[in-house]
């Protein structure tokens, strides 16, 4: 997919993976590191708002599809800031692709922001 003419720019916000003091087997995820890269000519739309019941505080989940161009470098443990506020990403990204052409449009991203 060529980028959208009018398209959005979201930014993809990956955490530096560092070793794990605590194991040396494992790496955790430092965001105060990480790298940021625009994705020029995305589309964004909101797929759903919900308000989970909690006591003594009224959150609200918001949950919206990033509609990115193929080559679209984004991966499950990463963030996309979008219009100012860090969304995390919900699963693994999704390639489309045409069954019958091989025409793969575009990478559809979920993502999700919790307030409150």
């Given amino acids: 997919m060529l980028p959208l003419g009018n398209g959005e720019v979201v930014t993809r916000i990956r955490a530096a993976q560092v070793a794990d003091r605590y ?26 708002v919900s308000e989970p019941v909690t006591d003594a505080r009224v959150p609200a989940d918001y949950v919206w599809t990033v509609y990115a161009p193929a080559d679209a470098d984004v991966k499950a443990e990463d963030r996309l ?14 390639a489309w ?10 990478v ?5 922001l919790r307030t409150g």
């Avoid at 692709?97 to 575009?106: K, L, Q, S, V």
């Avoid at 559809?108 to 999700?112: G, V």
């Fill in 23 to 48: 194991n040396p087997n494992a790496v955790r995820l430092d965001w105060s590191m990480a790298s940021r890269l625009d994705l020029v000519g995305c589309a964004v739309a909101q797929e759903s």
């Fill in 81 to 94: 800031e979008i219009r100012g506020q860090d969304f995390d990403v919900i699963g693994a990204p999704f």
């Fill in 97 to 106: 692709r045409n069954p019958f052409t091989g025409w793969a449009p575009g």
């Fill in 108 to 112: 559809a991203i979920r993502c999700r």
